[in-house]
């Protein structure tokens, strides 16, 4: 009974804290969706760590991405990842099996890494709330830690936002398997001129590729 009595204290005493943290949380993370909302394209250039400790086991490897709109021309040399989304169609292509997978998804799909997917997906299934901030290559880096209201592999993401613009600098989600995936933003240049052949599929530049459309 005393312990229940002190777990309802801690509660009651803990809950404004929260939901005062849960608000200034979702306050920020409408700043940074909102501003990059006016951007009409970028170019991130990033790094990315996979670590699982209990495995004991970790993985790096660099990208890049240039957006505009919904479209964008995603690449991941070492892990042969590149995807081309016009809007429509998906082209996934890898180069090792010299293979072009084509799909048509739907628009918040997990398939897809328009920002603006990435960016709308804390407005529901998650619970909000400040964390730490530290140094992340020289910038000083807010994070808002989000944790999933229903049961999934996912135990929680730390998103971290340079306060002073509004950017995304690094993303960390923790899954339930003890695994972290680490993505830093290292560089990124908004309102660019991208080429109109990065946002296309060529087939011409893909002879010998076997093409399966699903």
Do not use: W
């Not at 997978?101 to 603006?116: G, I, M």
């Amino acid at each position: 009974m005393k312990k229940l009595i002190y777990t309802l204290f801690a509660v009651l005493l803990i809950t404004p804290i929260f939901a005062q943290n849960s608000s200034e949380a979702k306050s920020l993370l409408d700043q940074v969706s909102a501003n990059y909302q006016t951007k009409s394209s970028m170019y991130l250039k990033f790094s990315s760590v996979l670590e699982n400790t209990q495995a004991k086991t970790k993985d790096s490897y660099n990208g890049e991405v240039y957006i505009k709109g919904n479209q964008y021309n995603l690449s991941v040399p070492k892990m042969d990842i590149k995807q081309i989304y016009d809007g429509k169609k998906l082209y996934t292509i890898a180069t090792d099996q010299q293979e072009v997978t084509v799909t048509s998804p739907e628009a918040n799909s997990d398939e897809l890494f328009t920002p603006t997917r990435v960016l709308e997906m804390y407005k529901k299934g998650y619970t909000l709330s400040m964390d730490q901030t530290k140094k992340v290559n020289g910038r000083n880096v807010t994070f808002v830690k989000l944790v999933p209201t229903n049961k999934a592999s996912i135990k929680h993401i730390l998103v971290g936002i340079d306060k002073s613009n509004n950017e995304l600098v690094q993303l960390v989600e923790t899954n339930t398997n003890n695994t972290t995936t680490t993505i830093t933003v290292e560089k990124q240049l908004n309102d660019i001129i991208v080429p109109k052949s990065l946002l296309s599929f060529n087939k011409a530049f893909y002879k010998d590729f076997y093409i399966s459309e699903i």
